[in-house]
């Protein structure tokens, strides 16, 4: 069920590839291009959304619910999953992140109940 809420999301114009990362930082479901280490990045989406946790609660703004990494060929959004994962999305440089990121919410939540 959660492959077939990633390749769903995948079909977003914009979206290149997702992933679904526990906690710990193991893969839990991936729907992403043969060219991107899904191992390596959900370890390190992991690691910097833990990062963004600490800051947001060092400067008492609440809960994280998404990050976004913008880089010059593309993007990288971090989105929450109740607590128990996270769903990282990578995008395409010149994406529509509105939609992108109302597609991401619904998603996760989604993705939160199969959990």
């Given at each position: 069920m959660i492959e077939k809420i990633l390749?769903?999301?995948?079909?977003?114009?914009?979206?290149?590839g997702s992933l679904v990362v526990s906690s710990?930082?193991?893969i839990v479901a991936e729907a992403v291009p043969p060219d991107i280490d899904s191992e390596i990045v959900g370890a390190i989406a992991t690691t910097v959304y833990?990062?963004?946790?600490?800051?947001?609660?060092?400067?008492?703004?609440?809960?994280?619910?998404?990050m976004l990494l913008e880089a010059t060929q593309g993007k990288v959004m971090i989105v929450d999953v109740g607590g128990e994962a996270?769903?990282?999305?990578?995008?395409?440089?010149?994406?529509?992140?509105?939609l992108i990121r109302l597609r991401a919410r619904e998603a996760a939540e989604e993705i939160a109940k199969q959990l």
């Open positions: 390749a769903d999301l995948n079909r977003v114009e914009g979206v290149v710990d930082g193991l833990g990062s963004g946790e600490r800051v947001v609660d060092e400067m008492e703004l609440g809960e994280l619910e998404q996270t769903l990282v999305l990578v995008v395409e440089p010149d994406a529509n992140l509105g």
